[in-house]
């Protein structure tokens, strides 16, 4: 499967977009559509160009990968909330969520609701709720649950 629009719709919606490098709530230096990594840090800018190119790059990376992940039934409604999710979260912490384990077994409304729980960040080590977060799984978890 391919990332479809509503994907970039969620992603671009709660990431917002940045070009000049800032700490986020938890403390990583963050640019353009939530990059991290390497080279991201103090006095780093971006063109617009440049944010476009790193978040479809992630995201086809993540949709190539996710493809071969699941192994049951998949709307694109669903793919699309698992990339939104997957984008934020990382590829690993996706794969080993419990949404993407029930999703995997047929459980759809138990992937649902299980979207909903990564919604707090780590602030010196510890997990902290954010209204954000949580905001953006809602939105995660109805797409998730959209019939086509």
Known sequence: MKAGDKAFELIKTWEGCKLTAYQDQAGVWTIGYGSTGEGIAKGVTWTQEQAEAAMATHVAAMAKALSKALVGPTTQNQFDAFLSLGYNIGYYALITSTAFKQHNKG?????????????????NGVKVYSAGLNRRRLAEKALYMEVE
């Open 107 to 123: 459980l759809f409304k138990d992937a649902a609701i299980a979207i909903t729980w990564w919604n707090k960040i780590t602030v």
